[in-house]
């Protein structure tokens, strides 16, 4: 008797499909990723890129950055990968300057903004937990004076 895991990879083999592929040389490990979003005078740092998080995420995060009134402007997501803080803080220097910027989750410290800065819970927690939203805006009013 075939076992189901013995049909999938008969089924692939047959139709061209390798189940499991070799690893590439390159050493991955030393490699990071700095995700930000921004719009207008203020950046969102994230603790993973902006284009996987879902609609009601992506909604909350830009209603957030909304509520500061500096958020005139145009949007712009990215994903950066580095290896060294320097390599990062030059990728950095082609992203305009900002009057706030706000880091969700946990971030690394390779990077610390030359502006005024709040260290906020996840997209997720803040989504799930009321009362996050409302200590987050307290602390976007006192940076702000707003």
Request: charged share 30%.
């Amino acid at each position: 008797m075939l076992t189901p895991e013995i049909k999938t990879n008969l089924i692939l083999k047959e139709i061209g499909i390798k189940r499991y592929s070799l690893r590439s040389n390159i050493d991955q490990s030393s490699f990071k990723n700095f995700s930000f979003f921004q719009k207008g005078h203020i950046l969102a740092l994230l603790d993973k890129p902006y284009e996987d998080l879902i609609d009601e995420y992506k909604d909350l995060l830009r209603a957030i950055l909304s509520s500061t009134k500096l958020d005139e402007g145009k949007e712009i997501f990215k994903t950066i990968t580095y290896s060294s803080k320097s390599e990062l803080n030059n990728e950095i220097m082609s992203i305009p300057k900002n009057k706030l910027a706000i880091m969700f989750g946990k971030i690394s410290n390779d990077y610390l903004p030359d502006c005024e800065y709040i260290k906020a819970p996840s997209i997720n927690e803040l989504s799930n937990i009321k009362n996050l939203k409302k200590d987050l805006w307290i602390n976007i009013k006192q940076k702000l004076d707003l």
